[in-house]
């Protein structure tokens, strides 16, 4: 069975850090580009960062050098290091693993978290 799970959502307050991890198994972890996307009320789910098989790293503008994605695939998992957290940062973040390109996979991605909520307080 396919199982993604995070760990590492928390409370902060405004300028803080925090590290999340996401914990895969059941699929070829070291195959498959991995990436964080977040979702707050409301709005869209949106892609936070992405990384490749060969640690091609994408990430999104606002991420501005604060957010840091990496993988170890000895482990199979995904991590997000960020600093400087900011109140708008405040959302569900999931980790998303392996393209996928059949009509039903979101955003181009097979399998996802559950979900962490992150919160930023001032």
């Known amino acids: 069975q396919v199982q993604m799970v995070e760990s590492g959502g928390d409370s902060v307050q405004a300028g803080g850090s925090l590290k999340l991890s996401c914990a895969a198994s059941?699929?070829?972890?070291?195959?498959?580009?991995m990436a964080w996307y977040r979702q707050a009320p409301g709005k869209e789910r949106e892609l936070v960062s992405s990384?490749?098989?060969?640690?091609?790293?994408k990430d999104a503008d606002y991420v501005k050098g604060r957010f840091t994605i990496s993988r170890d695939n000895a482990k199979r998992t995904l991590y997000l290091q960020m600093n400087i957290l900011e109140i708008e940062a405040t959302a569900v973040y999931y980790c998303?693993?392996?393209?996928?390109?059949?009509?039903?996979?979101?955003?181009?991605?097979?399998?996802w978290s559950q979900g962490t909520q992150v919160t930023v307080s001032s």
């Open positions: 998303a693993a392996c393209y996928c390109t059949v009509p039903g996979c979101r955003n181009g991605f097979q399998h």
């Open positions: 990384i490749s098989t060969v640690r091609t790293i």
């Open positions: 059941g699929f070829e972890f070291t195959s498959c580009a």
